[in-house]
């Protein structure tokens, strides 16, 4: 009973405080110029995934769980795609694919790129060579992601559209630059205090509900690390941010690949994917597919939902369905 009361106080501090920063991320938005998919894709992509980043170091470092970590990281780049089709319900008439910049197209590439490395060393396992204690696709991992930053800046800075003059409407002149740092700073630090308590709580109830660490990781804590994104995501298309709310989710699954390689710095043991369950296979696997479908939905740009949602987003539910299943299986 207190595992799952502390579950719930450490999920609604992030739900509190991820909410806001959606707010605020719009407001540096426009203060900076940068515009609102380069703001999603960096700025509010580091800071709702800084849950999956504390919670996976505090797994390798103090509470020695490495598949709390991986599940975490893992699932949240699931989930994260999951994402898309909550935004879509909302999002009326057209499907939110259609109202997305194709520039997304972009980073969502580099997220499948480093997903891939991540099921491959899966496979590996134990017979990947180290540098030192870290596994050589932690080199990659952050080379990738630094890459995969500059192009997509220098892909927005090209780009002459409406989502930039949009970015720089004067809607927010009463709130200084400072305020909204400030505002966005204290809001970080909250999801974070909150996302450091996560591997205990979940390592517990791994523990008695006999679930086992790799689904526990996979489901119920990545889906409370992911829920910045869900209630910042929300808020963003509730501003008519669409940029803002996709770039952050395609943003957040490239940084928690990030995050999967400070975890292997942090865990001196040897290369953390060595020493877990290969079945985080099958999440990476499932990330992978359901960002494809998005990339599909974002090029072909459908006009009209059949449903409350559109195809592809129908896709990413049914993909997300058969991982949890599969995981479930093989707990």
């Known amino acids: 009973m207190i595992l799952w009361l502390g579950f719930i106080v450490c999920t609604s501090i992030i739900v509190y405080s991820g909410s806001r ?17 380069w703001i999603g894709v960096v700025l509010m992509a ?25 599940g975490d990281v893992l699932g949240s780049c699931v989930f994260n795609m999951l994402i ?14 259609s109202r997305a910049h194709h520039g997304h197209v972009l980073s969502a590439g580099f997220g499948i790129l480093l997903l891939s490395i991540v099921a491959i060393s899966l496979f590996f396992g134990g017979r990947t060579l180290p540098l030192g204690w870290i596994g050589p696709y932690t080199l990659l991992f952050i080379v990738i992601y630094f890459i995969a930053i500059r192009l997509v800046y220098f892909y927005e800075k090209r780009q002459v559209s409406a ?27 909250f999801v974070v205090a909150a996302a450091a308590f996560l ?14 660490q790799t689904f526990v990781g996979n489901i119920f804590i990545a889906l409370s690390t992911s829920l910045p994104e869900v209630v ?15 770039g952050n ?22 290369p953390i994917l060595s020493f877990v369950n290969p079945n985080h296979m099958i999440s990476a696997l499932s990330a992978m597919i359901m960002t494809t479908i998005a990339i599909i939905g974002l090029t072909y740009r459908a006009e009209k939902k059949k449903l409350f949602l559109a195809w592809d987003s129908i896709g990413i539910v049914l993909v997300h369905v058969v991982n949890i299943m599969l995981l479930y299986m093989l707990k």
């Open 21 to 37: 920063l959606s707010k605020y991320g719009d407001i540096i938005a426009e203060k900076t110029g940068l515009g609102r998919t």
């Open 46 to 70: 580091s800071v709702t995934s800084l849950p999956e980043l504390v919670t996976g170091i505090s797994s390798v470092t103090y509470a020695d769980v490495p598949d709390i970590a991986v």
């Open 84 to 97: 898309i089709s909550f935004l879509d319900a909302m999002h009326r008439p057209t499907p939110i694919s």
């Open 163 to 189: 989502f930039s003059k949009v970015a720089v409407e004067l809607k927010y002149e009463g709130i200084s630059m400072r305020t909204a740092v400030f505002n966005y700073g204290i809001n970080a630090f």
């Open 199 to 212: 591997p205990y709580i979940g390592k517990g109830i791994a523990e008695t509900t006999g679930l086992g």
């Open 232 to 246: 910042v995501g929300m808020a963003a298309v509730k501003i008519g941010a669409i940029d803002l709310a996709i």
């Open 249 to 270: 989710l395609f943003g957040s699954n490239i940084f928690n690949i990030l995050i999967l390689a400070i975890d292997d710095i942090f865990f001196i043991k040897g």
